[in-house]
């Protein structure tokens, strides 16, 4: 089993930055897909960014490209999710998820079968 813990959620105010980490232990082998995806009340969970680290290709949605950026360290197992300029539409519980498998690494959250318990960002104007 994989388990994967998030921290650095907050509140922050609209222009602001957040960094979220996600740090994986357990029978990490192997766990080339990693992603943060965020769920708002009310709303479908949404792949923010995806990093296939079997190659280095990484999705944004659309909504975060060039304030995002997801990063892995693989010294630490921890995948990072740098925001930047952040929006109230950001605002959300984001969780960071993995699977094993490099195929089907997509933004796609039944494609992701170990998830950590999430890290709430609020963002104010």
């Known amino acids: 089993e994989v388990q994967l813990v998030e921290s650095g959620g907050g509140s922050v105010q609209a222009g602001g930055s957040l960094r979220l980490s996600c740090a994986a232990s357990?029978?990490?082998?192997?766990?080339?897909?990693m992603g943060w995806f965020r769920q708002d009340t009310g709303k479908e969970r949404e792949g923010v960014a995806v990093?296939?680290?079997?190659?280095?290709?990484?999705y944004y949605a659309d909504s975060v490209k060039g304030r995002f950026t997801i990063s892995h360290d693989s010294a630490k197992n921890t995948l990072y999710l740098q925001m930047n300029s952040l929006k109230l539409e950001d605002t959300a519980m984001y969780y960071c998820?993995?699977?094993?498998?490099?195929?089907?690494?997509?933004?796609?959250?039944?494609?992701?079968?170990?998830w950590g318990q999430g890290t709430q960002v609020t963002v104010s104007s």
């Open positions: 998820a993995a699977r094993r498998s490099p195929y089907g690494c997509s933004p796609a959250p039944l494609n992701f079968p170990y």
């Open positions: 990093l296939n680290r079997d190659g280095g290709i990484t």
């Open positions: 357990g029978y990490t082998y192997g766990t080339v897909c």
